[in-house]
T-cell receptor
């Protein structure tokens, strides 16, 4: 079955550490997105990519980085510059003229 | 002012009732409108996808879009306890970047 796979499901980060969240899709979608979800704030766009080897900052890109070397993969790195990284992270993909398909999310906690 | 406004609720209804959810928006360029359902600690699941003004029905779900008023609605008929979730409205223009409402938490009481 086609879909989006996010891993890991839970991730713990120590202060000053970089961590990478994985996102893989087999839907053959061109566009991929990373969102952050905090209680009461809805989803906020971190980065998005509409084609391979190209990506743009979203509304809250500071402290995050991404790469898009393959159509299927769009990993997100949460760097030590992100001061409040504890959140639920959601990856999504879409093709032109359709809704987004979301992964099941990664819950990141700072310890 | 947020681009998309959605009443966060919570909303509690008895089983079998009609659930009414709505969002307003400020960006007149939005053309594509969606409703997502999200269970606790899960990713959002697409329920309804509509383009421009009008109604769309799918089983117990009806989505309405009124672009002149910048207002969208989702109705759930014959609600079930399994409908208890957070419902998110979302929309985008030609840039395909989704803007979300904050979500409305719904509880259907058995």
């Amino acid at each position: 079955d086609g879909g989006i796979t996010q891993s890991p499901k839970y991730l713990f980060r120590k202060e000053g550490q970089n961590v990478t969240l994985s996102c893989e899709q087999n839907l053959n979608h061109d566009a991929m997105y990373w969102y952050r979800q905090d209680p009461g704030q809805g989803l906020r766009l971190i980065y998005y990519s509409q084609i391979v080897n190209d990506f743009q900052k979203g509304d809250i890109a500071e402290g995050y980085s991404v790469s898009r070397e393959k159509k299927e993969s769009f990993p997100l790195t949460v760097t030590s510059a992100q001061k409040n990284p504890t959140a639920f992270y959601l990856c999504a993909s879409s093709r032109q003229g359709s809704g987004y398909t979301f992964g099941s999310g990664t819950r990141l906690t700072v310890v | 002012q947020k681009e998309v406004e959605q009443d966060p609720g919570p909303l509690s209804v008895p089983e079998g009732a009609i659930v009414s959810l709505n969002c307003t928006y400020s960006n007149s360029a939005f053309q594509y409108f969606m409703w997502y359902r999200q269970y606790s600690r899960k990713g959002p699941e697409l329920l309804m996808y509509t383009y421009s003004s009008g109604n769309k029905e799918d089983g117990r779900f009806t989505a309405q879009v009124d672009k002149s008023s910048k207002y969208i609605s989702l109705f759930i008929r014959d609600s079930q306890p399994s409908d208890s979730a957070t419902y998110l409205c979302a929309m985008y223009s030609n840039d395909y970047k989704l803007s979300f409402g904050a979500g409305t938490t719904v509880t259907v009481r058995a």
